[in-house]
């Protein structure tokens, strides 16, 4: 009966000493144990452990993923998930060109001189532009009388308006030279038209001298045909 007891004793002492084997402190798995703070790891068949700032082969960076580290210059860092980047996506969409402002066709209307105008809107063009007389007055005292418009053609802006300036040479009366400078201007919206016809003229009759003005002779015409 004694010796029975003393094998259980025996048995007893050995599964002490087995457990006592891990040293407080320290973390086991099969091959090893590390301190706290480390992980232990099989990598590439060999037992390590593994901390930050500890030796590492990048070759192993899968291993080391996976345990939560990564390996940068040889050294292990905490592995930290990239966050994602929200991607933006831009669409360009193109419109087909605004048709024009205007309308094409032939347009009639009058100056506030009550005289006549006429013209014709036709693929982005204006043409024939004519008017009736377009009466000035002069310094000293007189007055001219004529002086029509006379525009064969001109491009329209995109948004329907125009601006015709020029300056030229001509006669008043049968023989006095004269210089002349006129200027029309407008805008074309859909079916209807409106602006301004200013001329200017200098000429000298026997010996004197006279400068003549038209104003601002303002106009409207609507789409006839």
């Not at 308006?161 to 004269?178: I, K, R």
């Amino acid at each position: 009966m004694a010796r029975l007891t003393f094998v259980v004793a025996v048995a007893a002492t050995f599964v002490t000493s087995a457990l006592g084997m891990v040293s407080p402190g320290r973390v086991a798995v099969a091959g090893g144990s590390c301190p706290t703070g480390s992980k232990p790891a099989i990598i590439a068949g060999n037992f390590k452990c593994l901390r930050v700032g500890s030796s590492c082969a990048s070759t192993h960076h899968v291993a080391y993923r996976k345990l939560g580290f990564s390996c940068v210059n040889g050294r292990l860092h905490r592995y930290v998930k990239p966050h994602s980047t929200p991607t933006t996506t831009v669409v360009v969409t193109t419109s087909a060109p605004a048709p024009p402002v205007y309308q094409d066709g032939h347009y009639v209307g009058t100056t506030s001189q009550f005289q006549p105008i006429s013209f014709d809107v036709t693929s982005g063009q204006i043409q024939n532009v004519t008017s009736g007389d377009v009466n000035e007055s002069c310094n000293p005292p007189t007055n001219l009388y004529g002086g029509n418009v006379d525009v064969p053609q001109y491009t329209l802006n995109a948004d329907g308006t125009f601006d015709v300036d020029w300056s030229g040479n001509g006669t008043v009366g049968a023989s006095f030279p004269s210089t002349f400078h006129n200027v029309v201007t407008g805008r074309v919206q859909g079916g209807i038209a409106s602006g301004t016809i200013k001329e200017d003229t200098s000429f000298e009759e026997y010996g004197k001298g006279y400068i003549c003005s038209s104003g601002l002779v303002t106009w409207t015409a609507t789409l006839a045909s």
